[in-house]
Structure formats: C-alpha cells, structure tokens
T-cell receptor, first 114, second 114 residues
Framework: DQQVKQNSPSLSVQEGRISILNCDYT??????FLWYKKYPAEGPTFLIS?????DKNEDGRFTVFLNKSAKHLSLHIVPSQPGDSAVYFC?????????????FGKGMKLTVNP | DSGVTQTPKHLITATGQRVTLRCSPR?????VYWYQQSLDQGLQFLIQ???????AKGNILERFSAQQFPDLHSELNLSSLELGDSALYFC?????????????FGSGTRLTVV
C-alpha cells in the first residue's frame, strides 16, 4: 500500500520555464512533507519542507504548495535550470510511536533542457 | 560530502551469502535510519535506531538485522542473500528521533547479488 504517490515518472522542461512536480498522499496522519533531490551516484539531499499548518513555503526558486483537503502537494521550480535535472522524491512524516520515519514516493526524474 | 559515511560503496556477492553494511552518522546525530531502494521503487524504510536503541521498524526482512553501537555508528546485516536483495541501501542520520527537519543521507551502498 503506497501512502505517498508520485504518479508521473518523468518530466522534461525548457530552461527558464516552470517545473511543477506533483505528489499525492493517502495517510491523513501525515503532518510534515519534504522534497528531496537526488543526483546519480549520490544520496538524496533535502530540498524544502512544509508543515501541515501551512499551505505554502518558499525558498528561493523553490516553492512547495500543500492542499490538505485534496491530500496533494506540489513543488514549483522557477526558473528551471539545467542543474536542476535530477530525481525528485516527495516524502511525508507523522508521529507514529514516537518515531517520525519518512515515507517516500517512487521519485520523478526531472530533465531541464538548455 | 554530507557527513554521513557509508562503506563499502559497492558490494558484489553470491546468493546465500551474508554481508555487513556500515554507516557512520553525521557528527552529533543520534538517529540512524536505513532505507532500501530497489529498481523502480522508492526509498523503502527498513529500520531506525536512536542513541543505540531500536526506534522503529519498517519493511525489514527477518534475514536482515541492524544495530547501533555506543559510538553511534550502525551496521546492517543481510544474510541468506537472494537475487531480489540487489538494491541501493542508504543510511541517513538526524540529531532528533523525528524527521521534521529532514535527514542527511549517505551516498549509499550498491549491493549486487549474483
């Protein structure tokens, strides 16, 4: 049972345009959401997060939007740059027995073309 | 360099064998998480330790075990290996037992079972 879903395996955009990566979740107990970026041969690196008490969090070119009623979040990258080409993972957490392990989606490969 | 060190980077072994993967967390981090990433799969949570104690268990097979030592490094032991155990194994660390601030991942150990 996949609690965090990234339904599109890949996305290709032109440099300078907006990239929108989507993520859906099923567990209403999740209260914290994160995006990670992963380059080949490296571990995932933390990108941006959002608490369930907010609906938007912005950090430079990266903005995450949360729609709790729809159990949906999205990551916007504006403007997209070739260096943003990577696999992006959506993750969620919620206090479960004192441990907030992260539940990850399968990832989405973003390609930004020069 | 994320500060989380995983060894070895690559491991090739035969079915039925046993291997040990090692993880040194980032300095000051007390929590260690182990994740498995198989082909076309997201990051699957295996197990978490916090300051030497097991904190949470995920989809970890009985053939797998882990521990965290007094110096906080952790080892993941995989035994009676099967072809399907071939995957990337990531270790991550955080200074709290919760994931609210995200984890720091190592670069992973690629296990190939032949």
């Amino acid at each position: 049972d996949q609690q965090v879903k990234q339904n599109s395996p890949s996305l290709s955009v032109q440099e300078g345009r907006i990239s929108i990566l989507n993520c859906d979740y099923t567990n209403s107990m999740f209260d914290y959401f994160l995006w990670y970026k992963k380059y080949p041969a490296e571990g995932p690196t933390f990108l941006i997060s959002i608490s369930s008490i907010k609906d938007k969090n912005e950090d430079g070119r990266f903005t995450v939007f949360l729609n709790k009623s729809a159990k949906h979040l999205s990551l916007h990258i504006v403007p997209s740059q070739p260096g943003d080409s990577a696999v992006y993972f959506c993750a969620a957490s919620g206090a479960q027995g004192g441990s907030e392990k992260l539940v990850f989606g399968k990832g989405m490969k973003l390609t930004v073309n020069p | 360099d994320s500060g989380v060190t995983q060894t070895p980077k690559h491991l090739i072994t035969a079915t039925g064998q046993r291997v040990t993967l090692r993880c040194s967390p980032r300095s000051g981090d007390l929590s260690v998480y182990w994740y498995q990433q198989s082909l076309d799969q997201g990051l699957q949570f295996l197990i978490q330790y916090y300051n030497g104690e097991e904190r949470a268990k995920g989809n970890i097979l009985e053939r797998f075990s882990a521990q965290q030592f007094p110096d906080l490094h952790s080892e993941l032991n995989l035994s009676s290996l099967e072809l399907g155990d071939s995957a990337l194994y990531f270790c991550a660390s955080s200074w709290t037992p919760t994931a609210a601030d995200g984890y720091t991942f190592g670069s992973g150990t690629r296990l190939t079972v032949v």
